[in-house]
């Protein structure tokens, strides 16, 4: 805690507030951000400068204890120790808060929308808690708690504007992620989105590319497509075929290089989409699937319909469609009622499966869902033991996968704040197309040749590799490969280094995704007209 008086938030009417984001998190969580940081800069909030050791993660991070006139807590209630790292950072805030007059705290997000008005009874410093289904409420709901002097929560059950229709704050402007859907239908026993996101709304296909179009003519050249269950894509308008057409529909923007997705369900991944994304080169060979578990009693418990054989054989027909697909999935180890011989067909399905990268969990009670007063927990020791097992078996794997890169080449997308800098080896990072972390060495000072811009694209060879990330140091060899392709990109982001005013936008691109894939009116939450 810092000792020094901080200067007090600004009160006067011609002061910008400043504003700053602390995101606990998925991917969903880390896009909510972008809008609610839209919906602060459009009612003429400010971003505060990054906390000190955090350059370049601007006004939305996930580090450190963020100090502005306005700070909002992101909330996670799927990862473990959720509340205990709210409340731990909101006793943090109280103490800046107590230094800082006018200063407000507003807590948003999933546990937001679990613990309603719990949060301010436990913690009534808060000034506002607000939902994942009203973000857009947030720049009037502080208001109102300044001018109340008291606690605004405001919880909307269902959801009645599409987020996407919120004024958005991109954090990058060479990647861009386009949400198509929220909420979730299924019922995994694990998992607390569905009662806290709700059932799934998809959003019309012509907004979802409008979207993609806009980012890619701010100069977005790869593209993630958000949901929780992305191939159930349509279900909600009814067309099956939805996702696997959106895919290609989005892979003919001008301009897009790298189209992905997250999170797909392995019970529904249906041969559309593999054929999908073979057939369109801009989808990138990359593919996460997350497995749960390897055994099919544990499956049957955690309520997932696939069973370990259905999922290695998605696995098969997507490489056997695109061979260099970088797969990588989620696994959960000691789910109630885990025995060894469960955790063995998990490690079986592990050694099969040669999955490129993989995030492991500990599983841990999470209060509100069906598996959190199931029978039989496991003991965190034998959690944690079999989990170590896990990682090693992975981490070889991994390696082993890692390696067979190795002399290739590899293009490389420059990223702002990924991974390693490291100033004395002068190495860059970036993702390959096949998502795989790539730390690479640029040219000597000196030598005459292109240095990469985030958002440009180089080429390099892969000269080492370790489980979690490849090494192309090509240029420090003579001849070695080295190519900088400077991108609109990495123009994108020298203009916005710079403040200069974006070029025109191309025109919009007609896009006809045919009738089947058009929503009901009354699906459509996205047009108010
Ligand atoms: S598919 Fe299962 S784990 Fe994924 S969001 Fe839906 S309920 Fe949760």
Redesign the pocket.
Known sequence: MSTTPLPPAPNRPNTPRTYAIRTLGCQMNVHDAEHMAGVLEAAGYVPAPAPEGHAGQGAIHAQGIPVADVVVLNTCA?RENAATRLYGNLGQLRAIKAERPGMQIAVGGCLAQKDRDGIVAKAPWVDVVFGTHNLGSLPVLLERARHNQAAQVEIAEALTVFPSTLPTKRESVYSAWVSISVG?????T?????SL?GRERDRRPSDILAEVQAVVDQGAIEVTLLG??VNSYGVEFGDRGAFAKLLRAAGTVDGLERLRFT?P?PAAFTDDVIEAMAGTPAVAPQLHM?L?SGSDAVLRA???SYRAERFLEVLDKVRAALPEAAISTDIIVGFPGETEADFADTMAVVRAARFASAFTFQYSIRPGTPAATMPDQVPAAVVTERFDRLVALQNAISEEENDKQIGRPVEVLVAEGEGRKDAATRRVSGRARDGRLVHLALPASGDGRAEPRPGDIVQVEVTDAAPHHLMADSVLAPGGLFEVRRTRAGDAWQRAQTGLPEPRRAAGLKLNLGPATTPRPDTDLADPA
């Open positions: 799927v979730c239908n299924n019922t995994c694990f998992c607390i989105v569905p996101r929780q269950n999170s369900h997350p749960q955690m309520r997932r």
